[in-house]
């Protein structure tokens, strides 16, 4: 089945070029110079991901994503080239699920982009129980996590995080084997990004994200997924 794309570009040439080249790649790709079309297109026709810039004529791309994530947890690729750190942190804070600077390589794009789209079909399929400790529910099949049945509002690279936690609840995990585990992710070793992640997961799951029961950093090594939970 052929994967539909929105891309939310202004630059002309870029668009062309990009609904090119994952064309080539076998997606259905629309295009949307502002952030107001892109809206107004998804509102329309649903699309598989969405491949977001920052800087739009109308509006801020984090606003899109923030309006998006409102109703929606349909994957978004953030491309920014304000280089600066903060723009990306904000950006996986409001629910994006990865993010690339420019200038880039398309073939990075289009990586980026399969595996966030495979993570989605994965969590479609059919797959190994529930896992439940106290109140919260991880179900992998779903590619849901929820407490007392209400659902947690995470996205897809958030959800794979909290699994692979709670799939070796007990032992802690550094960023390394955590990205060895989510297979392939690439994220840079001094990049915070997975931090900013477990924030968000935190906050997500936790009944106080300021004092976590469940997710529990160790200074030094890494995160560990607590076993015994209320």
Known sequence: MTDHILLVEDDPRLAEMLTEYLGQAGFRVRAAATG??????????????????????????????????????????????????????????IGADDYLPKPFEPRELLA??????????????????????????????SHRASIDGAPCDLTAYQFDLLLALAQHAGRVLSRDALMELLKGEQIEAFDRSIDVHMSRIRAAVEDDPRKPRRIITVRGAGYLFAKAQD
Do not use: K, N
């Open 112 to 141: 980026r982009l399969r595996a966030i789209l495979r993570r989605r079909v994965d969590g479609r399929r059919d797959g190994p129980p529930a896992l439940r400790f106290g109140r919260l529910e991880i179900d992998p099949a």
């Open 36 to 93: 107001a079309d892109a809206l107004a297109q998804l509102a329309a026709a649903p699309a598989d991901a969405v491949v977001l810039d920052l800087m739009l004529p109308d509006m801020d791309g984090l606003d899109v994503c923030r309006q998006l994530r409102t109703h929606s947890d349909i994957p978004v690729l953030m491309l920014t080239a304000r280089g600066d750190a903060v723009d990306r942190i904000v950006g996986l804070e």
